[in-house]
């Protein structure tokens, strides 16, 4: 199987993102443009060339989100991440919240 955009063949695809910290928050605002090509899939289009596939209209989608992040303690992170996605006319919101744990357990072995 050939290597393809991750979201798919025929797929024009951008994905922008701008960070900052100012330990310990942080900030990230990303913004995702997709063009899919409607009827094309990873699984039933087959690997030739098409004049109907290439002259067909794309579907245009856009996606915004700000994450706005907490470092605790040097090894557990909260983040709160809202987004809108805008697909053929409609808006959707979403609100993403997750948190990150990191920490190291080492013993010595021996001696």
Do not use: C, N
Not at 7 to 19: E, S
């Amino acid at each position: 199987m050939p290597l393809t955009s991750p979201y798919g063949p025929g797929v024009f695809w951008t994905d922008v993102q701008i960070g900052m910290e100012w330990a310990p928050l942080g900030a990230t605002l990303r913004y995702v443009l997709k063009g899919r090509k409607p009827g094309v899939d990873l699984y039933s289009t087959p690997y030739l060339s098409s004049d109907a596939i290439e002259a067909a209209d794309r579907q245009w989608s856009h996606e915004i989100s700000v994450t706005l992040g907490y470092q605790l303690a040097g090894y557990l992170a909260l983040a709160v991440t809202p987004a809108v996605k805008v697909r053929d006319g409609s808006a959707e919101v979403t609100l993403e919240v997750s948190g990150d744990l990191r920490k190291r357990f080492a013993a010595s072995v021996g001696e």
